[in-house]
Nanobody, 124 residues
Framework: HVQLVESGGGSVQAGGSLKLTCEGP????????MAWFRQSSGNEREVVAL????????YLADSVEGRFTVSEDIAQSTLYLQMNSLKPEDTALYYC??????????????????WGLGTQVTVS
């Protein structure tokens, strides 16, 4: 069973910053694709960032490029999302997600079998 636990959400003013943390799979962390998704009221869950664990490459959605940074501490099995210059449209429930890599990393929520409960980010 893979358990993911997010933390770090909160309420900030526009232009502020938050750093989200996800405690990832405790075993074989590097064999998973790790991602951040978000879902705001009335909208579908969308991918925000993904990291190809172990090789340093990453993906950021166009809407957050230049403002958000995804990183990881493999030794601690932890995923991070540094969010700067936050905007009201960033308000959402942010989820950490994982799927076994199996040769590729998907950007589709439906391909991720493991999810955290989410952490709320509110920007006013």
């Amino acid at each position: 069973h893979v358990q993911l636990v997010e933390s770090g959400g909160g309420s900030v003013q526009a232009g502020g910053s938050l750093k989200l943390t996800c405690e990832g799979p405790k075993y074989s962390y590097s064999t998973y694709c790790m991602a951040w998704f978000r879902q705001s009221s009335g909208n579908e869950r969308e991918v925000v960032a993904l990291i190809y664990s172990g090789d340093g490459s990453s993906y950021l959605a166009d809407s957050v490029e230049g403002r958000f940074t995804v990183s990881e501490d493999i030794a601690q099995s932890t995923l991070y999302l540094q969010m700067n210059s936050l905007k009201p449209e960033d308000t959402a429930l942010y989820y950490c997600a994982a799927h076994p890599r199996d040769g590729y990393c998907s950007l589709r929520a439906s391909d991720f079998p493991y999810w955290g409960l989410g952490t709320q980010v509110t920007v006013s």
